[in-house]
């Protein structure tokens, strides 16, 4: 479970942000307007035997990411379901590095991060190891948000109010970002797009 758990939190960092954490103040948030709705992300395969499916909610400034586990290849026995929430300011526009393509800077900054386990063994296991210091019940919601950080629960890198600089541009109803190898420009935000996976539903 921490594996796993590990293994998404670094590709929210690396790929899904593509960019360089910075602990500074955000632009003044506008409204995600071109964004607003709900995002999803088919069904793969996260590590040996485990299974994930990814949903993107944007509403206004904020910004909703789940990423739920699965112990199945179709994604229909659930083990455990991650809420993290962010905020979100939107930038000017962005010329790409093949200089025709201009895509969107978002400014994102972690909020918080929930956890909800979905079988009575993950529980158990869980409790027995006091993982993220809390007390866990199946299917319950708890707030992890001051714990991510620490390894005896997620272990992550950046901390709750790390600002992340990314840019996006929507194709139909694709959502392309800023892919995390590419170049950098002035300010920090990618400077090549790849196709996120994320179809709008």
Not at 14 to 26: D, L, Q, R, Y
Not at 106 to 114: A, F, K, R
Not at 151 to 162: K, L, M, R, V, Y
């Amino acid at each position: 479970m921490k594996n796993s758990l590990k293994w998404f939190f670094l590709i929210l960092v690396v790929v899904i942000f593509s960019s360089c954490a910075e602990k500074e103040e955000s632009d003044d948030a506008e409204p995600t307007t071109f964004l607003e709705g709900t995002w999803k992300k088919a069904c793969e395969e996260s590590s040996d035997d485990t299974y994930s499916e990814y949903i993107m909610v944007y509403k206004n400034t904020s910004y909703t990411f789940y990423s739920n586990e699965y112990s199945d290849s179709a994604c229909s026995t659930v083990y455990s379901s991650t809420r993290y929430t962010y905020t979100i300011g939107v930038g000017s526009d962005a010329t790409m590095a093949d200089g025709s393509t201009t895509a969107t800077k978002l400014n994102i900054t972690s909020v918080g991060v929930y956890l909800t386990l979905k079988t009575d063994a993950l529980v158990s296991s869980k409790n027995g190891s006091s993982f993220c210091s809390a007390t866990w019940t199946k299917d319950v919601e708890n707030d992890i948000t001051s714990k991510v950080t620490e390894d005896t629960c997620f272990d992550a890198d950046d901390a709750i109010g790390t600002v992340y600089k990314d840019v996006v541009k929507i194709t139909g109803t694709d959502l392309w970002w800023g892919t995390g190898t590419s170049d950098k420009d002035s300010e920090g935000y990618p400077t090549v797009l790849e196709d996120s996976g994320f179809d709008k539903q």
